[in-house]
């Protein structure tokens, strides 16, 4: 069993835990993932590691309630414990003096984003952190983001939390501007990631994605998690899940994650009738799980009609 030491709602729909797992926390990297089960009846859900601490033995994880398994995970307290977890899976993030890097994240991708950030700062690079909300109470870890780059810059979306525009904006006028990047990474999800990438895709920045398909084993067995990459079928468990944006079939990708949807929302809906109160007591500002499926339609057109 893996204890519960911390837990904080960040903003709306979004939850931090501090999870003491010593073993995974002696041999993690940035860009790693672990999975975990909640229950005995819980599925396997992945989660990247947003942190860790060797000496207290713990992990960080970030993540957005979205359906059963983030709702249940959501609701356990402090002292409760996650009944299986593991990890670190998945290849570590490449991590060199690369020069000038824009790190691009959103969302839960804001949690995976920091020990990649405080490793590239580590390593000698210019570091320029760029973060997208739709507004300002969906950006968390500003201070944390600041302290650790060389520039932050919080975008905007539609409007009213920072500069004009989403990651792929940022990216196209930097480059358009003939300013110098040597490397860039992006987290949170594939709709963004995919942006970013087509954004620098013409000016032949090196774009690493890290991709988030569905997965079940996490160790390349089962092979749930295939994407392709440069036409190629790979699995994101053990061959990812970083890999060069230029290169990814976003369509694929995207109709992929969406394939369950009718019994993951019939699977929430019954959960949620069911056990709305622990979430009333445990984490109200997350008891909007419609937010993220909203999102995911509007992110599906954008796919499909690009
Ligand atoms: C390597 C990796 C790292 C990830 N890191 C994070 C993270 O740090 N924070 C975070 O919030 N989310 C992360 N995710 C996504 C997260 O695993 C899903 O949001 C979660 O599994 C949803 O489960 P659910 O039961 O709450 O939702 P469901 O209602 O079951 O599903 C909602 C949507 O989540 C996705 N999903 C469902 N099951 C899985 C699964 N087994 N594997 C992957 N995606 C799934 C599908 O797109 C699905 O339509 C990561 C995914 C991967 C592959
Ligand atoms: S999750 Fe099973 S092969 Fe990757």
């Not at 601490?53 to 402090?78: A, C, N, P, W």
């Not at 949690?111 to 405080?118: A, T, W, Y």
């Not at 700062?121 to 300002?136: D, F, H, L, P």
């Not at 440069?230 to 992929?256: I, Q, S």
């Amino acid at each position: 069993m893996y204890q519960i030491v911390e837990k904080e709602v960040l903003v709306p729909n979004i939850i931090y835990l501090k999870i003491k797992a010593p073993k995974v926390a002696k041999a993690a990297r940035p860009g790693q993932f672990v999975i975990i089960r909640v229950d005995e009846t819980g599925e396997r859900i992945p989660m990247g590691l947003a942190g860790w601490d060797v000496e207290e033995g713990t992990i960080d994880i970030v993540f957005y309630v979205l359906g059963t398994s983030t709702m249940k995970l959501g609701t356990l307290r402090e002292g409760d414990s996650i009944m299986n977890l593991a990890g670190p899976l998945g290849k570590p993030t490449e991590i060199d003096n690369f020069g000038t890097v824009i790190c691009a994240c959103g969302c839960f991708g804001i949690g995976p984003s920091m020990p990649l950030i405080k490793a590239l700062k580590e390593a000698g690079n210019y570091v320029i952190t760029i973060v997208e909300g739709r507004s300002r109470e969906f950006i968390f870890w500003e201070e944390k983001l600041r302290a650790e780059s060389d520039e932050l810059h919080i975008l905007a979306g539609s409007g009213g939390c920072g500069e004009e525009g989403w990651t792929n904006d940022f990216v196209s006028r930097y480059l358009e501007g003939g300013k110098k990047v040597d490397r860039i990474f992006a987290h949170g999800c594939p709709f963004m990631m995919m942006e970013t990438s087509k954004a620098s895709e013409p000016y032949g920045v090196k774009t690493i994605v890290s991709l988030t398909p569905l997965m079940v084993d996490g160790t390349g067995m089962c092979g749930a998690c295939r994407v392709e990459v440069g036409g190629v079928t790979k699995f994101a468990c053990v061959d990812g899940p970083d890999f060069d944006g230029h290169e990814v079939n976003w369509d694929t990708l995207t109709l992929r994650l969406r394939q369950f949807i009718p019994e993951e929302d019939r699977s929430a809906m019954l959960w949620e009738r069911d056990n709305w109160h622990r979430l009333v007591e445990t984490a109200p500002q997350a008891l909007n799980p419609t937010l993220g499926r909203g999102e995911g339609k509007e992110k599906k057109k954008a796919v499909s009609s690009s």
